[in-house]
Each structure stands twice: as C-alpha cells, then as structure tokens.
C-alpha cells in the first residue's frame, strides 16, 4: 500500500528500549478532505527519512499493522498502526495547459513520396 502526500512533520528517532526504535512522520494528503497520517518507521529504516523535509512531496510505501492486548482487568483492546518501509520523493507534475516542447525537426523523417496532385479525401 502507498500514501502519497506533502510532508507536514518529521519527529526525532525515538529510542523506546535498548534494542529498539521508531521515528514518525506526518504526511499530509492532497484530495477534497486532507488527512493527516503519521506513518511510524523502525529500527534501520529510521534513517530513511535523513533526507526529507517539511512541505516536499512523497510517495510512502506502508504495511497496516494490528495487535491484540489484554489489560489486567482481562479486557482485550486492538490496536493498528501504519508502518512505513520506503519513501520518494515524487515530482511535481506539469500544469495542465503547460504545453510540451515540440521534438526536434530533425527526429521527423521526411515523406519521400509525397505528391501534390493526388487527390486526399480530407475535408479542410
């Protein structure tokens, strides 16, 4: 799975226990309704973030994690989290009404058998 957003937020590397780490960041989506998602990433992968900054545009690739705990009253509560194990950067696309750069002339063959007196069936 993937989430594609603006980068709105990158936490510290967070060291939870001796052998174990995370750092989050906040991506914030592009549609009607924006949702902010903190994406969590572990251990190695925390540094794949090194590199990003707030307001640039990412891909995210994400596992959906799920987990069962019991409290001490023997309740069972569930809980998910978003883990992310890559990000790029993602380019800016051209604006619609921005037009192409026409190819060269010369990456065009020139018609050979071209003839001007026969008849075309085009109507303009």
Avoid: C
Wanted: charged share 25%.
């Amino acid at each position: 799975m993937e989430v594609t957003g603006r980068v709105k937020v990158i936490n510290p590397v967070q060291q939870i226990s001796a052998t174990f780490k995370k750092r989050e960041i906040v991506v914030t989506t592009e549609e009607q309704y924006p949702q902010h998602i903190m994406i969590e990433f572990t251990q190695d992968k925390t540094d794949l973030l090194n590199n990003y900054n707030p307001g640039e545009q990412v891909k995210v690739s994400i596992n959906l994690r799920g987990r069962e705990w019991v409290n001490p009253q023997g309740e069972t509560k569930y809980f998910n989290s978003i883990q992310g194990w890559r990000i790029e950067k993602v380019q800016a696309e051209a604006p619609l009404n921005q037009v192409p750069p026409m190819p060269a002339a010369d990456a065009f063959e020139p018609a050979t058998n071209f003839n001007e007196e026969e008849h075309d069936d085009l109507p303009f």
